[in-house]
């Protein structure tokens, strides 16, 4: 079965600073990537997928993520970090088997952005 | 205003007693999704559902039961065999097949004492 790990539980950063969140997968065969967020009393909501094409993808607030199928990683990256990214980020994967939608989740990152 | 909706928000109940959570959805998605999010582990697939009149265990099934009798709606049972029901449960439905996004409900806080 394939798993999600995600590498750093809490991450602290203040305002403006950079952010990279790691997300490696184990699967060797085609994956559909996604990372959620789940901001404080919200819904989780997708911030940004990856199916195929342009392995640098680009999702909503300015977060961006790489796939690099060589190192079986999405990793998920913000240029300058506000207040209101604080939440809590979810990398997921999807076995592209061709009939299900069978997401697997890390077990998640909280960003805790200090003014 | 399309969505999943969950009801309650808040549940509690005593041990040994089963409860059944509520999802709808009118987004018209074939597939449906319940999973449970406890800290520090994420968010684990209990049941999930890809259309009406059938469903197949996710990672978690044991102690929990579901039905699909109506393509808007998804209702688990947490019954008194899950050892540890106390947890945040999620439902989700998406268009069925891998390219789809899953969309998310608010959420039901459940407590067991």
Redesign the interface.
């Known amino acids: 079965?394939q798993s999600?790990s995600?590498h750093n539980?809490h991450v602290i950063l203040s305002e403006a600073a950079s952010l990279e969140l790691g997300c490696n997968y184990s699967y060797g065969g085609t994956v559909?990537l996604?990372w959620?967020v789940q901001y404080p009393g919200q819904?989780?909501?997708?911030l940004l997928?990856y199916?195929s094409g342009d392995p640098l993808v680009k999702g909503i607030k300015g977060f961006e993520a790489e796939f690099i199928k060589s190192k079986f990683s999405f990793n998920l990256r913000k240029p300058s970090v506000q207040w209101s990214d604080t939440a809590e980020y979810?990398c997921?994967v999807?076995?592209?088997?061709?009939?299900?939608?069978?997401?697997?989740?890390?077990?998640?990152t909280r960003l805790q952005v200090t003014l | 205003d399309g969505g999943i909706t969950q009801s309650p928000k808040y549940l509690f109940r005593k041990e040994g007693q089963n409860v059944t959570l509520s999802c709808e959805q009118n987004l018209n998605h074939d597939a449906m999704y319940w999973y449970r999010q406890d800290p520090g582990q994420g968010l684990r697939l209990i049941y999930y559902s890809q259309i009406v009149n059938d469903f197949q265990k996710g990672d978690i099934a044991e102690g929990y039961s579901v039905s699909r009798e109506k393509k808007e709606s998804f209702p688990l049972t947490v019954t008194s065999a899950q050892k540890n029901p106390t947890a945040f449960y999620l439902c989700a439905s998406s268009m069925e097949g891998p390219d789809y996004e899953q969309y998310f409900g608010p959420g039901t806080r459940l407590t067991v004492t």
Not at chain 1, 43 to 46: A, D, G, K, S, V
Not at chain 1, 94 to 108: D, Q, R, W, Y
Request: hydrophobic share 40%; proline share 0%; no cysteine.
């Open positions: 079965a999600v995600q539980h559909n996604f959620y819904h989780l909501q997708l997928k199916f979810f997921a999807n076995i592209n088997t061709g009939t299900a939608s069978k997401l697997t989740f890390g077990t998640g």
